[in-house]
């Protein structure tokens, strides 16, 4: 699952985690106590879970069109 960060648009993904930050690959963004965006610093409240697969399958059906 990808947590993305409201403000900044940092992603945070549970399957690689943050390792610069001392987060291991697999945690689940949910089960972290804390986290700051490592970019703009806002706390765990300002990521909003991201919608996954939505881009991809948009552009194939954008391509329709064309046929
Ligand atoms: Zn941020």
Do not use: N
């Amino acid at each position: 699952m990808k947590y993305v960060c409201e403000l900044c648009g940092k992603v945070y993904d549970d399957t690689v985690g943050d390792i610069a930050h001392g987060i291991p690959a697999g945690t689940d963004f949910l089960s972290l106590t804390a986290y700051e965006c490592p970019d703009c610093g806002s706390g765990k409240e300002a990521f909003v879970q991201a919608a996954s697969g939505a881009s991809a399958a948009q552009s194939t059906s954008d391509h329709d069109s064309q046929r």
